[in-house]
């Protein structure tokens, strides 16, 4: 077995170990001969390769079949399924096969695995060094297609350079959907052409909570920002390159405060006095919701005209968790439209609200996904859902025939706590260590392989309340996002079954490869001096999370 992660689904070893001339075929590794080639399908595969090794390792890595020297020699086969890939790494040529291109993109991440953690590196460490291969074949694919992270930089915003270190660092975990969540209560992250003021006023708050809601700890300094249309092309573009889907979230109608700051006409006008609404400045739930009005309609009709523009991604968030509904039951406007509909309540608006966007984005040919609470009041038709509040509304949905992305909160939620010690940093949520999150099965038990089939994958969140900059966002990330990512793409046992000690050893291999990332993991013993926060609240819950 090797030390991939995430684990290969075979391994097939042909010599004696790792060392040039190990393998019956000859050499197995890299040196200034080695040459790399590309068949049709592949082209862009190679080229990103050819930039990562040849900064890593110092070799050109030139294009040519012939000569001395190995070969590395990238090509999309038939005999594959189109994320699968396959290394044969023996003798001179070494192969890495893909049914797609992005399974030769999967393949070289592989590769570079194989290649140590020096490989992970943006500049050569030593130019004699010695680029030695194991000499093996390498077959795997991934068990579901959505394998997917959450990015939360409305709550904090992540610069457009730290986005795109992202990007990298689920490539080399083969994480294949980014899921931005670009709006909220606490800011607005992507610029609109039309509606500028939602950047120029919602994009912005006067200060932060630091720590938990109830903390008493604030950060005075205005805090803010946002990706121009450009930035978001060169995200898109960016992730297109590593195949990696960027999903974009727009809420509505709820965590909607930043959006109605900027456009008070958006809210509910015979309520309160909106005009004296600001971007909020805490965590939690706001009450200040978008009105079930035309104008809402139309005005969010045209921000989505233009995030249609900037994504390709077939699926679309519109968020619809989280709505209070209060404000919709003291207003004669929403009670005049709940009345206009026919419908039953609040919550059947807020259905009619998301049946709305589902049937546009339809007719433009993308697909609606929102959290399960668009389960309330009936489900659009098209609607897929991310199960965040525990398995029940994914398995609802399954079992109505809607596909499902895997996220509860109670177990893949990475802004919950690692540990239950003093030490860690604003403790948040239950304690979800590195094994917990390693035994997390996406598929619920109980659904029969027909509703099963519903399940996309699964995803990971990091919500960022808490997290103030890259490096807090690092370590609620690191090591668990590696287990998760296992767990997303290899076929593992049943959670009770796993080689969860077999997945440590192979973790001490993966560090390495993290500390050439320059990734700010917690380390297995715990937090390093300049990653706690003593004396900030946090909000963490006690005893195991309920299954279900």
Same mark, same amino acid.
């Given at each position: 077995m090797t030390d991939v992660i995430p684990a290969p689904r075979r391994v097939i070893r042909h010599g004696p170990g790792p060392a040039s001339g190990g393998g019956p075929g000859g050499p197995c590794g890299l040196d200034e001969a080695t040459r790399l080639v590309a068949g049709p399908g592949a082209e862009g595969v190679a080229r990103r390769l050819r930039s990562e090794l040849g900064a890593a390792t110092g070799l050109n890595l030139p294009e040519g079949g012939g000569g001395p020297g190995s070969r590395i020699a990238l090509s999309v086969v038939a005999d594959l399924p189109p994320e699968g890939y396959r290394l044969v790494l023996d003798g001179p040529d070494l192969l890495i096969q893909g049914g797609g291109a992005a399974g030769v993109h999967w393949g070289a991440q592989t590769f570079r695995q194989l290649l140590g953690p020096d490989a992970f590196r943006r500049a050569p460490l030593r130019r004699e060094k010695a680029w030695d291969l194991p000499a093996v074949t390498v077959e795997d694919a991934p068990r579901f297609r959505w394998r997917g992270l959450l990015l939360d930089v409305a709550r904090h915003f992540m610069p457009k350079d730290g986005v795109l270190r992202y990007l990298d660092l689920m490539a080399a975990h083969k994480l294949n959907v980014l899921h931005l969540h670009l709006t909220d209560d606490q800011g607005w992250r992507v610029e609109i052409e039309?509606?500028?003021?939602?950047?120029?006023?919602?994009?912005?708050?006067?200060?932060?909570?630091?720590?938990?809601?109830?903390?008493?700890?604030?950060?005075?300094?205005?805090?803010?920002? =946002?990706?121009?249309?450009? @930035?978001?092309?060169?995200?898109?573009?960016? *992730?297109?390159?590593?195949?990696?889907?960027?999903?974009?979230?727009? @809420?509505?109608?709820?965590?909607?405060?930043? !959006?109605? !700051?900027?456009?008070?006409?958006?809210?509910?006008?015979?309520?309160?006095?909106?005009?004296?609404?600001?971007?909020?400045?805490?965590?939690?739930?706001?009450?200040?919701?978008?009105?079930?009005?035309?104008?809402?309609?139309?005005?969010?009709?045209?921000?989505?005209?233009?995030?249609?523009?900037?994504?390709?991604?077939? =699926?679309?968030?519109?968020?619809?968790?989280?709505?209070?509904?209060?404000?919709?039951?003291?207003?004669?406007? *929403?009670?005049?439209?709940?009345?206009?509909?026919?419908?039953?309540?609040?919550?059947?608006?807020?259905?009619?609200?998301?049946?709305?966007?589902?049937?546009?984005?339809?007719?433009?040919?993308?697909? &609606?996904?929102?959290?399960?609470?668009?389960?309330?009041?009936?489900? *659009?038709?098209? #609607?897929?859902?991310?199960?965040?509040?525990?398995?029940?509304?994914?398995?609802?949905? #399954?079992? !109505?025939?809607?596909?499902?992305?895997?996220?509860?909160?109670?177990?893949?939620? $990475?802004?919950?706590?690692?540990?239950?010690?003093?030490?860690?940093?604003?403790?948040?949520?239950?304690?979800?260590?590195?094994?917990?999150?390693?035994?997390?099965?996406?598929?619920?038990?109980?659904?029969?392989?027909?509703?099963?089939?519903?399940? $996309?994958?699964?995803? #990971?969140? $990091?919500?960022?309340?808490?997290?103030? @900059?890259?490096?807090?966002? @690092?370590?609620? *990330? =690191?090591?668990? &996002? !590696?287990? =998760?990512?296992?767990?997303?793409?290899?076929?593992?046992?049943?959670?009770a079954e796993r080689d969860f000690a077999g997945f440590e050893r192979r973790m001490q291999a993966h560090y390495a490869r993290l500390d050439a990332l320059g990734v700010a993991y917690r380390p297995p013993g715990g937090p390093k001096p300049w990653q706690k926060r003593p004396g900030v609240l946090g909000r963490p819950i006690d005893g195991p999370p309920p299954d279900r």
């Open positions: 039309r509606y500028p003021r939602l950047t120029e006023v919602g994009s912005w708050r006067s200060r932060t909570k630091f720590g938990h809601r109830a903390s008493p700890l604030w950060d005075e300094r205005p805090h803010g920002g =946002f990706y121009t249309r450009d @930035d978001i092309r060169e995200v898109v573009a960016y *992730a297109a390159e590593r195949h990696i889907d960027v999903v974009p979230e727009i @809420d509505v109608p709820g965590h909607s405060q930043a !959006a109605v !700051a900027a456009y008070p006409e958006l809210g509910n006008t015979d309520v309160i006095d909106t005009t004296a609404l600001s971007v909020w400045d805490t965590w939690g739930v706001s009450p200040n919701v978008l009105a079930p009005t035309d104008n809402t309609l139309r005005f969010y009709e045209g921000v989505f005209e233009e995030i249609l523009e900037l994504f390709p991604s077939r =699926f679309v968030h519109i968020g619809g968790d989280e709505c209070p509904k209060e404000q919709w039951r003291r207003s004669p406007a *929403a009670q005049a439209r709940i009345a206009e509909l026919g419908l039953a309540d609040e919550d059947e608006l807020q259905a009619w609200f998301v049946a709305h966007f589902d049937k546009w984005l339809s007719a433009r040919g993308r697909r &609606l996904i929102g959290w399960d609470e668009i389960l309330e009041g009936g489900l *659009a038709p098209g #609607a897929a859902v991310s199960s965040w509040r525990g398995y029940a509304g994914g398995i609802a949905a #399954a079992r !109505a025939g809607h596909d499902v992305v895997m996220c509860p909160e109670q177990r893949v939620y $990475l802004d919950h706590r690692q540990d239950g010690g003093a030490d860690e940093p604003v403790p948040i949520g239950y304690v979800r260590t590195l094994e917990d999150v390693y035994r997390f099965e996406p598929v619920p038990p109980e659904l029969t392989p027909r509703e099963a089939a519903h399940v $996309l994958g699964t995803q #990971a969140n $990091l919500w960022t309340e808490a997290m103030e @900059d890259h490096a807090r966002v @690092d370590y609620q *990330a =690191f090591p668990r &996002l !590696a287990a =998760f990512a296992e767990v997303a793409w290899s076929r593992l046992p049943a959670p």
